[in-house]
Nanobody
Framework: QVQLEESGGGLVQAGGSLRLSCAAS????????MGWFRQAPGKQRELVAA???????NYADSVKGRFTISRDNAKNTVNLQMNSLKPEDTGVYSC????????????WGQGTQVTVSS
């Protein structure tokens, strides 16, 4: 079973950058699809970026061109580089994993707060 722990959140001014990291434990990390979700106050959690075991990526329209998801299977990490941050990017960002036999994300980290000030 994979376990996840996020790091790298914080407070940044609009236009700035942050890099989130998700460290995974478990020998089969490379088999899992990984995603970054965020939840803003009063809003539903949304998928921001995802990467498959084959390194295919997809992004929410709101972050395309600004965020980049990547994974390093040798280090068991998945990263989210966030550039040109906007106040509406504020929220709790969570890393999630999905086994290839499962249709939904079922392993979650505890989340990390990202706050973008205007």
């Amino acid at each position: 079973q994979v376990q996840l722990e996020e790091s790298g959140g914080g407070l940044v001014q609009a236009g700035g950058s942050l890099r989130l990291s998700c460290a995974a434990s478990g020998r089969t990390f490379s088999n899992y699809a990984m995603g970054w979700f965020r939840q803003a106050p009063g809003k539903q959690r949304e998928l921001v970026a995802a990467i498959t075991s084959g390194d295919s990526t997809n992004y929410a329209d709101s972050v395309k061109g600004r965020f980049t998801i990547s994974r390093d299977n040798a280090k068991n990490t998945v990263n989210l580089q966030m550039n040109s941050l906007k106040p509406e990017d504020t929220g709790v960002y969570s890393c999630a994993a999905k086994h290839p036999w499962v249709t939904t994300y079922h392993i979650w980290g505890q989340g990390t707060q990202v706050t973008v000030s205007s």
